[in-house]
């Protein structure tokens, strides 16, 4: 297979931790999971493809059988729990927040609970007990309280911080947010890849949302597992086994 010149630089950088003996490792995060949709079927064929594991985030509010049901027989996807309803309780002017101090962290962690037990249930044998906080906020308190509910991990954006439980975040988010809200350059996308890389040992976590994708989005996920999946040098990992690692 012959890339495009675009993706030099990453290939450089795979090649750069494999001289140094510290291959690359990835992950990869998708957000708002609810139901089955042609988008997701469109991740869960192009991450089959090239064999990258993918966590889906799932809304407990909103999901039900028939997510479980189309996972079945899918070997390298996990669930997670992201929030309870993906609502907003912040004020006007403030980011996006469903797990801030706007509420008291007990009704926050009973929500928490909840959609924990509905998760485990829907996905046993696929279910992490993880949280994905939506917009990747979560106000101290609620963190703090998470071990108590049963969550084992914690995943937002950004470098990991000390936290009560397990950190495994995502680094490089493929989306425009603040722009065209589809995919980004790929340019812009690759340079985070080797800027997250030279920074950091641990795995990097790419972001995505297959809902809102459009065919740059996807071409950007391409380009990416094809410069990356499959290698000697650099390996997608599953969360089950990141997290035994940690």
Not at 24 to 52: N, S
Not at 212 to 234: I, K, N, P, R, S
Request: hydrophobic share 45%; with cysteine.
């Amino acid at each position: 297979m012959t890339l495009p010149a675009i993706a030099q630089p990453l290939l450089n950088e795979i090649a750069r931790r494999a001289d140094s003996g510290k291959p690359l490792r990835l992950w990869l995060r998708d957000d708002d999971a609810i139901e089955p949709t042609a988008a997701l079927d469109r991740l869960l064929t192009l991450t089959a493809t090239h064999d990258v594991p993918v966590l889906l985030a799932a809304i407990p509010a909103f999901t039900g059988q028939a997510l479980a049901d189309r996972l079945a027989g899918e070997s390298r996807v996990s669930v997670a729990v992201h929030g309870w309803a993906h609502k907003s309780y912040a004020a006007a002017g403030e980011k996006n927040q469903e797990l801030g101090d706007h509420r008291s962290a007990q009704e926050v962690l009973r929500e928490l609970g909840e959609g924990f037990a509905i998760l485990s249930g829907l996905h046993a044998g696929r279910f992490v007990p993880m949280l994905v906080p939506p917009w990747n906020r979560i106000a101290p308190s609620v963190t703090a309280g998470l071990p108590g509910i049963g969550f084992r991990a914690l995943s937002v954006f950004g470098p990991e911080k000390p936290a009560p439980l397990t950190m495994l975040n995502t680094h490089v988010d493929i989306i425009d947010w603040r722009g065209t809200r589809g995919g980004r350059q790929v340019e812009a996308v690759i340079a985070d890849l080797v800027r997250v890389s030279q920074a950091q040992e641990g795995p990097i976590g790419l972001l995505t949302h297959h809902l809102v994708h459009d065919q740059a989005a996807w071409d950007v996920m391409a380009l990416v597992f094809e410069a990356t999946a499959g290698t000697a040098d650099c390996g997608w990992f599953g969360v089950d086994d990141l997290l035994t690692e940690i």
